[in-house]
Structure formats: C-alpha cells, structure tokens
Nanobody, 124 residues
C-alpha cells in the first residue's frame, strides 16, 4: 500500500511560483515512478510530469516544459513540483500519483495510487 498526501497549493498571481509537495508512505516508494496530474473544472485529468524511481529521468507535458521542475527525495519519501511563471490556465487541482506496475508515464490509468489533491489557483 502507498499513501500520498499533497500540500503546497494556494492562490498566486500570474507569473508567480508555487512548490507542491507530495509525501508518501510505504517502504518501496523509492522503486516507483511518480507522477503529477491536474484536473480543471469540466476537464479531464491531464498529465503534468513524471519522474523515474531514481530521479534520473523526468518527463513533462509540453504546456509546462521549461516552467515546472519535478524532483524527488527518496530518503524523505517526498517529491516536489516547483512551478514557476504560473499562468491562469495552470489553475487546477493537482494530484500526485504512484505507478507501481507498467504502462505509459503519461496515462492516468497507469497509476494505481493517488493523493487527495491540492488546489492551485492563478489570478490574472
């Protein structure tokens, strides 16, 4: 079992920054690929970023590439999403997720553990 708890969401002006955190329980956290997804009202959940178990490889949606940075600290069972140059279209509920089996990094159905989400609001 893996439990995930996100934090760090809030209200920020366009152009500002936020850092989301995701704390994980479970001794095998370090072996999992982890992902961030987001869901805006009336829209489907969409891929934001993924990171391999070692942190050696990261993958980003085109819409956030160059602005968001995904990192993980396996010693602390925590991962981070640094979000810079935020835009109103980045506003959504952000979810962290763990992928314990195979499947595409980009597909939410490949992830079998999810946090409860944290709200990010960006004012224009």
């Amino acid at each position: 079992q893996v439990q995930l708890v996100e934090s760090g969401g809030g209200l920020v002006q366009a152009g500002g920054s936020l850092r989301l955190s995701c704390a994980a329980s479970g001794r095998t956290f370090s072996t999992y690929t982890m992902g961030w997804f987001r869901q805006a009202p009336g829209k489907e959940r969409e891929f934001v970023a993924a990171i391999t178990w070692s942190g050696g490889s990261t993958y980003y949606a085109d819409s956030v590439k160059g602005r968001f940075t995904f990192s993980r600290d396996n010693a602390k069972n925590t991962m981070y999403l640094q979000m810079n140059s935020l835009k109103p279209e980045d506003a959504a509920v952000y979810y962290c997720a763990a992928r314990t089996y195979g499947g595409s990094f980009y597909a939410p159905e490949s992830y079998n553990y999810w946090g409860q989400g944290t709200q990010v609001t960006v004012s224009s």
